[in-house]
């Protein structure tokens, strides 16, 4: 019981951050027709857990920057798209502002300790194996579909 409500709690925090450092500044339309998603994947989360990270490499083909603004999943309340940052010698992390463009004939990466997507409200734990859903949104309302490799929790070398 204490352990669940705790979740809750953890959630409430980040959705008030993300609401915080969220500018309403309309970004630029961009092209999305482009877009190649590779080595997508999360990791298995302990039961309880609120949040996971999702990490990929991003590709746009296409001769016009993309922005991603966020993304879907049955498994989570919301995705948003998050930065880590060392801030005096502290790991944190909040949303990238107005979404992150990937370069036109350009690729970005979201990795651990940096860019990633942050699976938010977490439905049931995540198991090692299983594929997850996963929907990237754009700016301009283009959606790509693509599924998160779930694997071994802290896994530092991955099999
Ligand atoms: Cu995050």
Redesign the pocket.
Known sequence: MTHSFRSALLVVAFVAAAVGACSPAPAPKSGTGGIVVADAWTMATPPGAA?A?GYMKIQNQAAAPARLVGGLSPVAQSV?V?N?TMDGGVMQ?RPVDGGLEIPANGAVELKPGGL?L?LIGLQRPLAEGESVPITLTFDDGTRVDTVLAVRAMGGGHGH
Do not use: R
Request: overall charge negative.
């Open positions: 949040v990270a948003e998050h880590m992390m990633h942050m």
